[in-house]
């Protein structure tokens, strides 16, 4: 006799289903190294993405790069380097085109950095899947290639107030965090900026966050939180062992 299948929310895993048309935040991105499971023959880049909304990761997406040749991810994972076939990336990737989504929802391209992509971790948004056409690339069983894409913007990153229609994100995932990580995370910052000579740039100091050991040595649930909370201007701009003002934190 076949198996059931669990039908319980808590029995459920990550995969399968696509997340489409909803309001939430940019918990994490990076690159990796995929095979999509299984789905092709050898590992390329490609960006992930994971989501949250009302505090709870809803999902992840892969964002195709570039083949197995082109890219890989640097030693933090919000960088790509450079191999021997490519210099740049092309404007019909499924990250370029999400990237770029950004841009036209209004996310300032000056804010944008060049060589990293943690800037966007903490953006609130709207994200709708659109169909796109890939030259050579058939539909698979008559379904359409998709791309998730930001429709609107509701909230900035270094943005204090609350963003519209997210109020309860923002709220619920504060609950969660507890004094004793807000504590540890202040001391991996502090020791951030005494490295830099008491002054750094709070996008240098979320670079230096990805790579730091007392941070990597953080439980993964610990560390995805502690990393939000890094992005929040209230929380940096209410701790004493730092000033923080106009996106640079200095030692007081």
């Not at 953006?123 to 056409?133: K, P, S």
């Not at 004094?179 to 008491?198: F, H």
Request: proline fraction near 2%; include cysteine.
């Amino acid at each position: 006799m076949a198996e059931k299948v669990n039908l319980r929310p808590d029995g459920f895993v990550e995969g399968g289903g696509l997340i489409d048309d909803f309001d939430g935040i940019v918990a994490d991105i990076r690159f990796v190294m995929t095979d999509y499971e299984g789905g092709i023959a050898n590992a390329v880049p490609a960006a992930k993405v994971i989501f949250e909304v009302d505090g709870e990761e809803v999902g992840s997406e892969l964002l195709s790069v570039g083949g197995k040749d082109d890219f890989r991810p640097d030693e933090t994972g919000m960088g790509l380097l450079k191999l021997k076939s490519k210099d740049t990336l092309t404007k019909k990737s499924k990250f370029s085109l999400f990237l770029s989504s950004f841009v036209d929802s209004g996310f300032p391209l000056n804010k944008m950095d060049a060589d990293s992509i943690n800037y966007l971790v903490g953006t609130q948004g709207h994200f709708l899947r659109r169909a796109v056409e890939f030259k050579g690339i058939k539909k698979k069983d008559d379904r359409e290639n998709t791309v998730l894409v930001c429709t609107k913007i509701l909230k900035l990153p270094w943005e204090t107030t609350k963003g519209k229609g997210g109020g309860k994100v923002k709220g619920k995932a504060a609950a969660k965090i507890d004094g004793a990580l807000a504590d540890t995370l202040a001391g991996i910052i502090q020791d951030v900026v005494i490295e830099n000579d008491g002054v750094v740039a709070k996008r240098a100091m979320l670079s230096a966050l990805f790579t730091n050991p007392d941070m990597t040595a953080l439980d993964e649930k610990s560390k995805k939180v502690a990393m939000k909370l890094a992005t929040d201007d209230t929380f940096l701009k209410g701790r004493d062992e730092w000033a923080c003002e106009d996106g640079v934190l200095k030692m007081v």
